[in-house]
């Protein structure tokens, strides 16, 4: 999908038998179209905060958050967010309004419990597995697009200030 990703993770890859391609080119240019396009438009849905490497004193465990910085409601049913182990489909009819967050929480008890603490975010259970030192994160569209990617990890330095545009 993009030379620069890791190519050991199943993310980084997508099928190049697409349409009339019976096979795939390898050493040579894809032998179909990027179904991405050409261009590099930014996506509506990013990846907005991730909560990981949790204190056991602080039950919501690890999750993340993922916020539409647009101006219309985005169906994002079937989108993957991916990890160096793991990949979480976004359940079908999962839309996301202009301007809303969701928050995906590593287990049901940490969904139901950031519930109760957050009430008016819709809070939904990932399963995902957190690496607690650090990864690449990455959430692509039901068509295989990469839409966002992130890398997190716990070394110094860290990045000064209140905000921090994870993109």
């Not at 004193?57 to 994002?76: A, C, M, R």
Request: aromatic share 8%.
């Amino acid at each position: 999908i993009d030379p620069t990703l890791d190519n050991g993770l199943p993310g980084s890859w997508g099928p190049s038998s697409q349409g009339n391609a019976p096979v795939g080119t390898p050493g040579a240019p894809n032998n179909i179209p990027d179904p991405c396009g050409d261009e590099l438009l930014p996506s509506p849905i990013v990846i907005n905060e991730i909560h990981y490497n949790s204190d056991p004193n602080f039950d919501t465990g690890n999750w993340l958050e993922l916020y539409n910085n647009s101006n219309q409601s985005v169906d994002i049913s079937n989108w993957m967010l991916i990890d160096q182990d793991s990949v979480y489909t976004l359940p079908a009819n999962t839309v996301l309004g202009a301007g809303e967050y969701l928050v995906l929480a590593q287990e049901v008890n940490n969904a139901n419990l950031l519930q109760l603490m957050n009430p008016i975010l819709p809070i939904g259970s990932s399963m995902m597995n957190f690496n607690n030192k650090g990864e690449r994160l990455m959430l692509y569209s039901a068509d295989r697009c990469m839409m966002d990617s992130v890398d997190y990890n716990d070394e110094a330095p860290w990045p000064e200030g209140d905000t921090i545009d994870p993109t």
